[in-house]
């Protein structure tokens, strides 16, 4: 049995060992004592005392002079702790000078004659474990304040690295959170109100509005030290920013409700403009009454819009905008949990609920805007995708009509060039072809002229064939191909034929139908040239000319230096039909002939948008047949 007493002994001495080397925890202070004092100075030792319960709050007159406070709180600690020690004041409003056992920890700014302060953020504040003392510590506060309403709770004691965990939380929730509620309704406000710019919608305009609200809001809980005086008008700026977004909210719920009469925004508007109105009339005095009565009818008025738009969705039987409704309701449940907070009727809580439920209504509010907007992207995407499948099957169609349409106006033109090689045969070829039956017929032509007629009509074919072949509408590959069938004839008659083709572009591209009657000119110069002339050459000059901006002008002279034409074969039958075809195209024709020196035909043509290309190489001749005939004039003027 002794044995055994010894070993429970062991391992109770063991166990109060262990107890006592692990570190205290933090102690949550419940009680402070009062007592005023002059501004700086350290309480009386007579001074009285009075005892409150925490969280402590007091309030003074707005206007009135800096008042001098020490507060003095107690903590008892069974033995001195080994490692550092801390005080937090998470709710000390006018903060102060803080002393341990009669030494001083740390300073936090207060009241004076030129400065307002009122801390919203917690302070942390370390204790040098010597300071510290078996049983009772204690720890006094000498602050100032002004007028306004002012608190003390919170305070903890503990080991500084247990203290500074819950330090961190605290500033997260009275600092950090409202910068984040305060920078996302900045973003909000600026990007709703550039889409309001852009498209005059009234649900978009209320979602600006909020979160402006919500920035001034946030703004009143980051300004904690204003000049003196200032403090009036940031109470100002707290109430216009809750009874702005009060009424927004309200404004939200009734459009939802379908009540969206001048009257039920007027309402709503008036009563929350009656604690800014008031706050200013009294100078700030009935800022207390204000939190007690005026904050309570803002709550309540969203309230009633909520319950508004509940029954009326209900009672249209219309799906309910789930999203905002509960954003909503939470909203309202953290404005009475923080109003019984501010009244002291809950205990003082870490963070302010609606610091986190704000930001949240208002991405609730914005979730409609935004799922409109996907809604309007969708439908225009298919829109467009309706819009590119029209247009494919218009460009289809189009192509198909113009398919048509080239191929109508290629089955026209080869209608009209059947009509015109049937026309010109006809003209041309058929009647030669006639006539000169009939004559065989009469036993009028000797062999030799049948022959020469056959070899006329053969090269009036070939002829028609140049000039009507597809595509060709080059007059300098057709007047080539005459020549090529003219020069055997020219030599075998002994007659040297000179071809003067300088300065001409690389092609000449002409109206079609203008070639043949061209060509048909040319011929019929060279071939009463070859019949009747009696020269010993015979020259064919083109050349084109132009004047200012004129279009340019085409001239082919045919010239040789023969016996000229008797003044009755001028106005002979053959030269009428070539003038005939010259001014059929536009053209002219001119005939200068002198007896004995030769004759010039001289065809005029004016070029058109058909008039390209490049300049050729000159070409080389030999005869000047047309000076000639420009002397003898002259020797017989």
């Known amino acids: 049995m002794r044995t055994l007493r010894k070993l429970l002994t062991l391992l109770a001495a063991a166990a109060a060992a262990l107890i006592l080397s692990l570190p205290?925890?933090?102690?949550?202070?419940?009680?402070?004592?009062?007592?005023?004092?002059?501004?700086?100075?350290?309480?009386?030792?007579?001074?009285?005392?009075?005892?409150?319960?925490?969280?402590?709050?007091?309030?003074?007159?707005?206007?009135?002079?800096?008042?001098?406070?020490?507060?003095?709180?107690?903590?008892?600690?069974?033995?001195p702790p080994t490692q550092a020690w801390a005080v937090l004041l998470s709710h000390a409003s006018t903060g102060g000078r803080v002393s341990v056992n009669g030494r001083m920890v740390g300073e936090i700014r207060t009241a004076d004659a030129a400065t307002e302060v009122r801390w919203r953020r917690p302070h942390l504040l370390a204790i040098d474990p010597e300071l510290l003392l078996a049983g009772e510590n204690t720890i006094l506060i000498q602050t100032a304040y002004r007028g306004g309403v002012h608190v003390l709770a919170g305070v903890e004691v503990g080991p500084l690295a247990e203290i500074s965990r819950e330090y961190e939380l605290r500033y997260f929730a009275s600092t950090i959170l409202p910068w984040i509620g305060g920078t996302l309704a900045a973003c909000f406000t600026l990007l709703f109100a550039l889409l309001w710019l852009r498209r005059h919608d009234p649900t978009i305009a209320l979602v600006a509005l909020a979160s402006a609200f919500w920035v001034l809001r946030s703004a009143f809980f980051l300004i904690e030290t204003v000049p003196a005086g200032g403090q009036m008008w940031l109470d100002l700026l707290f109430y216009v920013a809750n009874g702005g977004f009060a009424v927004v909210m309200t404004l939200v719920l009734l459009r939802l409700a379908g009540r969206t009469s001048a009257r039920a925004a007027w309402m709503p508007a008036l009563y929350a403009a009656i604690g800014p109105a008031l706050l200013i009339a009294t100078g700030g005095h009935a800022a207390p009454h204000l939190d007690l009565l005026w904050v309570p009818g803002l709550i309540g008025m969203v309230a009633i819009g909520l319950l508004y738009a509940l029954l009326s969705r209900v009672r249209k039987h219309e799906s309910l905008q789930i999203v905002v409704i509960t954003a909503i309701t939470v909203a309202i449940a953290a404005a009475i949990y923080d109003y019984g907070v501010a009244q002291g009727w809950l205990p003082e809580a870490t963070m302010l609920a609606l610091q986190w439920a704000g930001p949240l209504l208002l991405a609730a509010l914005a979730t409609p805007v935004v799922d409109r907007f996907v809604r309007v992207l969708r439908e225009a995407e298919g829109a467009r995708g309706d819009l590119e499948s029209r247009v494919r099957e218009r460009e289809q169609m189009l192509k198909r009509n113009y398919e048509r349409l080239r191929e109508g106006e290629r089955l026209q033109a080869t209608a009209a060039e059947r009509q015109r090689i049937m026309q010109d045969m006809h003209d041309g070829l058929g009647t030669q072809l006639v006539s000169s039956l009939l004559l065989v017929e009469r036993g009028a032509l000797t062999q030799a002229q049948v022959a020469q007629i056959l070899r006329e009509s053969i090269d009036d074919m070939r002829l028609a064939i140049d000039a009507l072949a597809q595509g060709n509408s080059d007059l300098l590959?057709?007047?080539?191909?005459?020549?090529?069938?003219?020069?055997?004839?020219?030599?075998?008659?002994?007659?040297?034929?000179?071809?003067?083709?300088?300065?001409?572009?690389?092609?000449?591209?002409?109206?079609?139908?203008?070639?043949?009657?061209?060509?048909?000119?040319?011929?019929?110069?060279?071939?009463?040239?070859?019949?009747?002339?009696?020269?010993?050459?015979?020259?064919?000059?083109?050349?084109?000319?132009?004047?200012?901006?004129?279009?340019?002008?085409?001239?082919?002279?045919?010239?040789?230096?023969?016996?000229?034409?008797?003044?009755?074969?001028?106005?002979?039958?053959?030269?009428?039909?070539?003038?005939?075809?010259?001014?059929?195209?536009g053209g002219t024709l001119t005939l200068e002939s002198v007896s004995g020196a030769g004759t010039r035909v001289k065809f005029t043509y004016r070029l058109s948008e058909y008039h390209t290309g490049l300049t050729r190489s000159p070409t080389q001749l030999g005869l000047n047949t047309e000076a000639i005939i420009e002397r003898f004039r002259e020797g017989n003027g």
């Open 24 to 79: 205290a925890s933090a102690t949550t202070l419940r009680s402070v004592d009062w007592t005023p004092t002059e501004v700086g100075a350290l309480p009386a030792e007579d001074a009285q005392w009075q005892a409150y319960d925490l969280p402590l709050r007091w309030t003074a007159r707005p206007g009135e002079a800096v008042r001098g406070l020490t507060l003095r709180l107690r903590t008892t600690l069974e033995a």
């Open 477 to 585: 590959a057709a007047l080539g191909n005459l020549r090529y069938r003219m020069e055997p004839r020219f030599r075998a008659a002994g007659i040297e034929l000179i071809w003067d083709a300088r300065d001409m572009p690389e092609e000449l591209n002409i109206n079609p139908d203008h070639v043949l009657p061209i060509l048909r000119i040319v011929q019929e110069s060279l071939t009463n040239a070859l019949k009747h002339s009696s020269a010993r050459a015979v020259s064919v000059a083109l050349q084109v000319t132009q004047a200012g901006d004129e279009a340019p002008l085409l001239q082919i002279r045919v010239t040789d230096n023969g016996k000229g034409i008797a003044g009755e074969r001028v106005g002979g039958r053959g030269l009428m039909n070539m003038r005939s075809r010259a001014n059929k195209i």
